[in-house]
């Protein structure tokens, strides 16, 4: 051999000598030796490299990891994102390879940092303040420095903001989140959050949950809403509430927010297509409330406020009596929203506040009714599904708006073997009197008019639907009156069904 492996193995491993060796090593004819010196070399070459490279922590030079929160200088930061709210700003010294990379890509920044224009490596955004508050939780999800805790408090800023910076992977996350976090109980604190940020789609979303759960929705938490987000939710197509369940609910918002009302928020929260039936336990307060806003109760002729409230006391005339009767016992107490508690004794305040003709005509169709009861209840009438009970539930309700929105003289008509022809008739001129119902199934009007013999009065029937059909007489007065005064007594049948009306009276 040439060259002794000793010799070899003393070497210093420097690019000169790697040169000089390779002919000796060619020569070199045991090819085990010729690994045993391979080895020795790469272990000091391996030795050389870790004493001159590895850094150590306690030394100035050591690299750490990035990071937003540290210096900008010391962290090699070579972007500043500005965040203003409105109140104030923020400066973040960020890095563009964290910011856009590819996984946790924000195609907002991604933007930012090619654009040529801006030479002072800084965007300035404005957010609203809950997006603001957020933007460290960003930051951080980024540089993967925290865990992102999606949370009902942060999950709509944290959705506006990966919206507004573009990061697709983080909406996704908090997306998926919403959809199980998104209940009856955490939809108006949704609602509350995303009107903070003006996120009108999630409005929209959290206002459906709400509308299709109302019934169990907290009043607590109702009336910390909008009047014109809670509008949003009960003129939802998905509302699952009872018409007089809702009046009462309505009722309850209302106490509280009253002093937020306006003509258009009052029309628009009391609309029949809103709440077609009112609870009349809440009647008295509605028609209360309506007085300070006279269009919005008057308008709307039958199914004004005023009429479905009248409406609504005259059908539970019992309540009305219970509300508006002198008080002999203690006060009854009534649990309000919000742990407040209101007496009895408030809705008889209330109903004797009410302008006297208002009082009139609610305790005129209160009586109306009343009567009615009464007569069905000592004919031992029970509650049943036949063709004769529906006429006389569609009749009742036809008399009673008819009858309190009209302002033209009325008649009232008792006692007939005719159930839907009791009640209302109204004045349409020429001495006739008018009153639509429902008999044997199908609807009609009941006319109460003058006979061609002196002082005689009828009560006939035609149909509903078809105009110009012959009158069917059905009870007549006797002949020979005053002319000008329908008798209230003395009617006879023709062919009507026995008895013929009790009692007739023209109301004043």
Not at 8 to 33: A, F, G, V, W
Not at 65 to 79: G, M, V
Not at 133 to 151: A, G, I, R
Not at 331 to 347: A, F, H, P
Request: proline share 5%; charged share 25%.
């Amino acid at each position: 051999m040439n060259i002794s492996l000793i010799e070899l193995i003393s070497c210093s491993p420097t690019k000169s000598n790697l040169c000089t060796m390779k002919p000796k090593i060619d020569n070199l004819i045991n090819r085990k030796e010729i690994e045993r010196v391979a080895d020795s070399f790469l272990s000091k070459l391996q030795c050389s490299y870790t004493q001159c490279t590895v850094p150590d922590p306690a030394n100035d030079d050591y690299i750490e990891k990035l990071d937003w929160r540290k210096d900008p200088i010391r962290n090699h930061s070579d972007w500043t994102v500005i965040i203003r709210d409105g109140k104030g700003s923020k400066k973040y010294h960020v890095h563009k390879a964290q910011l856009a990379g590819w996984e946790k890509r924000s195609e907002f920044f991604a933007k930012e940092f090619t654009d040529k224009s801006n030479t002072m490596n800084v965007s300035d955004v404005y957010l609203p303040n809950p997006a603001a508050e957020v933007f460290p939780l960003l930051l951080d999800y980024f540089y993967d420095l925290k865990t992102l805790d999606f949370n009902t408090k942060n999950a709509a800023a944290l959705r506006y903001i990966s919206n507004y910076f573009d990061v697709r992977d983080l909406y996704g996350k908090v997306v998926k989140f919403m959809e199980s976090d998104l209940t009856i109980k955490t939809a108006p604190s949704y609602i509350l959050a995303a009107e903070a940020v003006m996120d009108k789609e999630l409005v929209n979303i959290a206002s459906t949950v709400c509308a299709e759960s109302f019934g169990q929705m907290s009043m607590e938490k109702l009336v910390k809403l909008q009047p014109k987000v809670v509008l949003k939710i009960i003129s939802s197509p998905c509302m699952n509430i009872e018409s007089e369940a809702l009046s009462m609910r309505i009722a309850q918002y209302t106490r509280i927010r009253q002093s937020e009302l306006t003509d258009e928020l009052f029309f628009e929260f009391t609309q029949p297509k809103v709440m077609r039936h009112i609870a009349p336990s809440e009647a008295v307060y509605f028609l209360s409330l309506g007085l300070q806003y006279p269009r919005v109760l008057n308008e709307g002729g039958e199914l004004s406020l005023k009429c479905r409230c009248i409406a609504a006391c005259a059908s539970s005339w019992a309540i009305l009596a219970q509300d508006i009767a002198p008080k002999q016992k203690p006060k009854k107490q009534r649990k309000g929203i919000l742990n407040r508690s209101y007496t009895m004794d408030d809705e008889t305040i209330r109903f004797k506040t009410l302008p006297e003709e208002l009082q009139v005509e609610v305790l005129q169709a209160a009586l109306l009714s009343a009567k009615l009861d009464m007569d069905n209840g000592c004919e031992g009438s029970v509650a049943s599904t036949t063709v004769v009970d529906k006429d006389q539930q569609l009749s009742d309700e036809l008399y009673l708006y008819n009858a309190v929105s009209s302002t033209a003289p009325k008649i009232a008509v008792f006692g007939s073997g005719i159930p839907p022809l009791n009640g209302i008739f109204i004045c349409t001129g020429n001495q006739t009197y008018e009153k639509d119902a429902y008999w044997k199934g199908k609807p009609v009007t009941f006319l109460l008019h003058k006979s061609l013999k002196r002082g005689q009065y009828r009560i006939s029937v035609k149909d509903g639907t078809e105009d110009g059909q012959p009158l069917t007489t059905l009870y007549s007065s006797p002949i020979g009156g005053d002319s000008d005064r329908v008798p209230e007594v003395g009617w006879q049948k023709e062919n009507g069904i026995e008895p013929p009306p009790a009692f007739v009276s023209t109301l004043r």
